[in-house]
């Protein structure tokens, strides 16, 4: 099943391609942080409220990119989005961030001191202000290096919607 694949791959990663479209239906497509994935959800962190963030108030659905790098597969997730700015979820999903923050830092630092990969950048240091991009995860594309496509539809999330 894809889902566990995909599972697999997000563990390892630390920002996914997140594409969107805006109202006169010019593409945007940047990288955002990677939080996690929790259930049938993408939780990712915009610092720059652009132009993701300004389409996604418009049309709240995106279409986000990730590679495995072992495989050279690669995966398009495709979702409804929910933009989460304030309140108590907000407050604890930051908190997630500010520690996966922390352990992401300490890790590019160790790498460089041990010299298995050199870094021009330790810190990733995001601003006070950030907001959340809850994605849905209603079907998923397994890119396969051959070209061929294989898709997956998460029928019980459509249905709920």
Known sequence: ?????????????????????????????APKFLLKKENDFLYLIDHVM???YKNLKIRPCASVAVV????????QINGSVEIIEK??????????????????????????????T???????AFPERLVVFKVRIERI?????SGKLKREKL????EEK
């Open 1 to 29: 099943m894809m889902v566990k694949k995909l599972d697999d791959i997000l563990k390892n990663r630390e920002f996914a391609y997140v594409a969107t479209v805006s109202s006169k239906g010019e593409p945007n497509a």
């Open 50 to 52: 652009g132009m993701t």
């Open 68 to 75: 495995d790098p072992n495989t050279l597969m690669g995966y």
């Open 87 to 116: 309140g108590m979820e907000h407050k604890r999903l930051l908190k997630e961030v500010r520690d996966k923050e922390i352990k992401l830092t300490a890790k590019r630092i160790i790498e460089d001191v041990r010299g298995t």
């Open 118 to 124: 050199h870094h021009e950048a330790f810190d990733v």
């Open 141 to 145: 594309t397994e890119i396969r290096t």
């Open 155 to 158: 029928y019980h999330l459509l």
